[in-house]
């Protein structure tokens, strides 16, 4: 047989007998396009919390408020004052508030009435689809025309797509950076024989690890700072660098990215599935953790998945953090969320990993 054939027919035989790899070259793509489908396949993509306060409390101001949560866009939430709404649109738990002033039902007949509305605008797109939705609603009354005037803003400027992009860009390194590079490095010693010389050592298995675990997150840090810096020197963007809160975030999510690289490394039956799987899981939750769009885009059955990432955790307390200027009191419950989570993840890793080692 010509060498040539000979090393093709070999290689491919190998590919179809390492089961792992052909999961993740044959299957990944299939969830690809169901995952898609189901995020960008919806007739009613989002669907966005409005706070109501209606003062004037009339049967027309009910009738609209009726007409609003029929939209399909708007899910409507009543508060009875206005310092309550502000408030939770301040802390993020909705998306925009609407307050009907009183006198709203009698002022519309002479054409002078208004509403205000307040838009969360640390998040544009989300900001576009409510002021949309608000403007088309109210425009069918064209005879008694409603002025839609601009309330509270919870940021200190108005923001763009790049200052929403940017805290999510800054996961990506705990993707990559910690974790694909923490499973490619130990797979790599798997690969070498490393840890079957270290065990006839003086040196403990565990030692491997360690280095491991600060040299990925060296390289995590490596990786944040270019991207910070480059984004504020090219893009200028209007957000908090707030650094005594976004390291720890930082931090904690590199741990996390590492704690999981590792759970893959020792689970993984072979080099190259290990590779295979940390590169398409990363891929994979970059849609899950709200790097490029808000969680709230997702299916409600995907924002629970999404709700178990310790990732999305970290992607929402850096955008707290840089555009809603979030203090340390908003921010410790994520800080104990990510600590739990790279705890018991971490621990379980290294119980695989003195496993792994010894059947090395």
């Not at 040539?4 to 007998?17: C, E, Q, S, T, Y």
């Not at 307040?118 to 425009?139: C, K, L, M, R, Y």
């Not at 108005?158 to 797979?187: D, N, Q, R």
């Amino acid at each position: 047989m010509n060498p040539v054939f000979g090393i093709a027919i070999k290689d491919i035989k190998v590919f179809l007998r390492e089961k792992g790899s052909l999961f993740w070259t044959i299957v990944f793509p299939i969830l690809i396009l169901f995952l898609y489908s189901a995020i960008f396949g919806r007739e009613v993509p989002f669907v966005a919390n409005i706070a109501i306060v209606d003062m004037d409390n009339t049967q027309l101001t009910n009738n609209i408020i009726y007409g609003l949560n029929q939209t399909e866009v708007l899910q409507v939430k009543m508060f009875q004052d206005n310092t309550s709404a502000l408030e939770a649109l301040k802390n993020g738990e909705i998306n925009s508030v609407l307050t009907f002033p009183e006198g709203f039902s009698e002022n519309l007949t002479h054409g002078t009435t208004y509403i205000v509305l307040s838009v969360d605008e640390t998040n544009p797109d989300v900001a576009d689809i409510i002021h949309s939705v608000i403007q088309g609603f109210f425009s069918k009354f064209a005879s008694n025309p409603v002025t839609i005037k601009e309330g509270v803003s919870i940021s200190r400027e108005k923001l763009g797509y790049k200052e929403f992009l940017l805290p999510g860009i800054l996961t990506y390194p705990f993707l990559f950076s910690s974790m694909v590079a923490a499973t490619s490095a130990i797979v790599y010693e798997r690969e070498l024989g490393t840890l079957k010389r270290i065990r006839v050592s003086p040196a403990h298995p565990l030692s491997v690890l360690w280095g491991k675990t600060l040299a990925t997150m060296a390289q995590t840090a490596i990786s944040l700072f270019l991207i910070s810096t480059l984004a504020f020197s090219l893009l200028n963007p209007k957000v908090n660098w707030n650094l005594p809160l976004l390291i720890p975030i930082m931090v904690l999510g590199s741990i996390n990215g590492i704690s999981i690289g590792l759970l893959i490394s020792c689970i993984a039956r072979s080099p190259s599935e290990a590779s295979n799987a940390a590169v398409t899981i990363g891929v994979f939750l970059q849609f899950f953790i709200g790097m490029y769009f808000p969680v709230e885009f997702l299916p409600e059955y995907l924002q629970t998945a999404s709700n178990v990432i310790p990732m999305t955790y970290a992607a929402k307390a850096m955008r707290d953090i840089m555009l809603r200027n979030a203090g340390f009191d908003k921010i410790f419950p994520t800080m104990i969320i990510l600590t739990i989570s790279a705890v018991i993840i971490y621990i379980t890793g290294i119980f695989l990993y003195r496993r792994w080692v010894t059947k090395e």
